[in-house]
């Protein structure tokens, strides 16, 4: 596979856009990074395939690696704390990456064979793709040579990468996202609110209740799906908030109120026990060196 690899890579490269991800491509990403910098990011909903390179992610307590031939695949949103993207050498850092489409995942379901159900599954995995995933991939990175063929193609050519996807050891976690009810359903509920009042105190009594659970029960299945207590995904999509509040030239004061926080003190501590540096200091290193890919899927 490692032709197909390079020969996707140089698709990339052909398109890569250093100031964005996005392509003419509905819902499909490249990047290519030639400095192995940190980034703040969050992860979202989608696949990401690495092509060349490597890719550490810390997700909580969690450092999460992959290189080329792996896909990454999350049914949520992640904050994560820290992204680094590793070179080959001196080839860059090459990826590519598909948001979900809930609708086209559902009406595919439809289509195909039941599967049998499994219990409660994570939120996202790594695994190794097959050929088949690559050369289909590849069909849909294809366009890029042929933008005039996107309004007619690309439905097509994402349906059949999907449809790959599906197959795959990734399958029993993507057909998640078709279900209507079931554990990570309520939990994705959960999570849309959260990300909507970051900058809100969190009543856990509240939250629960949106996502249909008891306290317990919420504590113990958010943790499982996301790999880290509620407060602390709370807790990280403000800090994240902070951040880029802070990389775009907002004082440390205001930005401390502006997430929500009624403590400056506070703020500086948590702050500094994430991230490694107090909101000041980290601010100028923000400013001059991260790379903010904010709902990166590549």
Known sequence: MKDLLEQMSRRVLRHANPKSLDTGIPRLAIGAFRQPEPTMTAIGAGVCLILQGAKQMM???????????????????????????????????????????????????????????????PAFNIGTVSREVLEAWDHLLALLDAPDDI???????????????????????LRQIAREEGRLT??????????????????????????????????????????????????????????RLLASDVDATRTAYAVGYESTSQFSREYSRLFGHPPKRDASRLRGDLVDVSRIVV
């Not at 309004?151 to 795959?168: G, K, V």
């Open 186 to 243: 309520q939990i994705r509920r959960a999570i849309d609110w959260m990300r909507n009042h970051y900058d809100e105190s969190f009543p856990i009594k509240t939250v629960a209740d949106i996502a249909g659970m008891s306290v317990p029960s919420f504590n113990r299945h958010f943790r499982a799906t996301t790999s880290m207590s509620p407060l602390q995904y709370h807790k990280t999509l403000r800090l994240q908030a902070a951040r």
């Open 59 to 121: 997700v909580n307590r969690k450092m999460l690696r992959y290189s080329a031939g792996a896909c990454f695949a999350s049914l949520i949103e992640l904050p994560t704390t820290c992204c680094v993207f590793e070179m080959d050498g001196d080839k860059p850092y090459v990826g590519t990456g598909l948001t979900l489409d809930h609708d086209l995942f559902t009406s595919l379901i439809a289509d195909m064979p039941a599967a049998p159900q499994k219990g409660e599954l």
């Open 151 to 173: 309004p007619i193609l690309a439905a097509s050519r994402e349906r059949e990468l999907i449809y790959r996807l599906l197959q795959s050891p990734h399958g029993p976690l």
